[in-house]
Structure formats: structure tokens, C-alpha cells
């Protein structure tokens, strides 16, 4: 029985040629050394029967219905580990990301997909009103100043112009353990640093960029930038 040849050369790597056109030199795709470094401390790997060099041969060889159809894509936590242990520094997160985006929207993992989507609509990826917010600040605010000894002058101002320091917020806090914001209140207090959230857009995560949704993504970068112009804030303190 004679085997039959693969002629690699017949697949078109379409998706490749489209990312190499996006990154600085072409993201160095074509320079593997297959040594598997990636893949070593990648929390991703093994899932789905993938790692990120698999990936990255698969991406190289044209395979690009597999590539666009793994769900193992979704895994990736778009750490980075891999490409600054890579020798090569091959940016295979960005080839995951735009495999990603690649993906009908509604296809994409629901939780991904509300929390961007409840970022964008109200500012936070918990999608809990404004006005909830604002109280869960000045409530939790109110309390440690009343039964903290010392912190009587502790502050956690909204929408403070002309602070300087704009600081943003883990979406989950406020809403599941609301007492976890206060240690970086009190840093900010004794550091002496002035300093203001906002009641709109205040979200520090973007699960947008997670959700390979570039407009979305955009949207809430540039909501922010317009809010902290529009206060004054010279520096932006991301917390995520
Ligand atoms: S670490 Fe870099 S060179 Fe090594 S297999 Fe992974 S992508 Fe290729
Ligand atoms: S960025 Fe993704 S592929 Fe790279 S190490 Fe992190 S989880 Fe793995």
C-alpha cells in the first residue's frame, strides 16, 4: 500500500496573509522553530486538543477552516505568556484575536459577548444602573467613615472635576463584594493623591477586546478619554 502525498502547497493561508498584513514585520509568523516554548506555559494548553504552536502550524499551513472554527480560541486568556517566551516573539495572541473576530457575533461566548455589550450600554460589564453605582459608592463610603477610626475624611468622590487622577473600577466589585474597593481609596488617601471616578463608563475591564469587537472595544476607550478630558484628569489610573 502506498501513502498518499499532502500537498501543503495547495492550501491558501488566507488567514495568515491577512494577520501579517496587520502586525509590525509581519508578526515574524514564518520563523518557528517548532520548539514549543509557547506551549510550555500556556494555561490553554492541551484544551480542546490544541496549544498555541499547534495553533500557530495550523495558522502557518493554511489550515484556515480549523483555525477559524476552534473553540479552543476562546480559552486562550490572551495573557501573553507565550509570545514573550517565545524566542522568535511571535504575537500568537493577536492571531487568536483576530480568529476571534472572525466569529459571528452571536456565536461568540455569551458571557463575553453580554458583558461587552453591558459595558458599552451602561458603563460597567455587570450592567448595573448608574444610579446603583453611585449609591454602592456613597453607601460603602458612608460606612467606613462612621465605624473606621481614622477614616472619618476618607474620600470617593463621582465626577470631582479638575482632580487630576481619574481612576476606574472592576465592574464586580461594587456589585458582589463592594468592601474590596476601599483599600485602594485608602492608598490613594494617605498617598494624598485627589482623584475622581465617573458615574458614567466607569468600568476598569473590557471584555470587548475579549470579544475580539473592535468597534465596541473602541467605543468605550474613547468614552472614557472623552470623560476624563471633559474633567480635567491629567492621568488615568487603570485598574485592570
Ligand atoms: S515558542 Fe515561538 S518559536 Fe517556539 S514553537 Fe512557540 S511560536 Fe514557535
Ligand atoms: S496568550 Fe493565549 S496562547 Fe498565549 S500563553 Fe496566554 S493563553 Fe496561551
Redesign the pocket.
Known sequence: MTAEAIHLEEQVARFKERVQGLLPDGGNLDMCLTCGT?SG?????GLEGM??RK?LRMVALGLDEEVLSTPWVW?????????HACPMKIN??RL?YEARSNWPRDQRPRGIRESCDFHVQRGGAMGIPKEDWIFVVEDVLEEVRQNQPGWEKLQAPIDKKGTGYYLNQNSREPVTEPEEMVPLWKILHLAGVDWTYSSEMWGGENYCMFLGDDDAWAKIVATQSRIIDDLGCHTFIETE
Do not use: H, L, N
Open positions: 509557547c506555559g500556556c494555561p490553554a494548553s496549544d498555541p495553533f480559552m486562550c486568556t490572551q495573557c501573553e505568556r507565550c509570545m500568537i495572541p487568536v
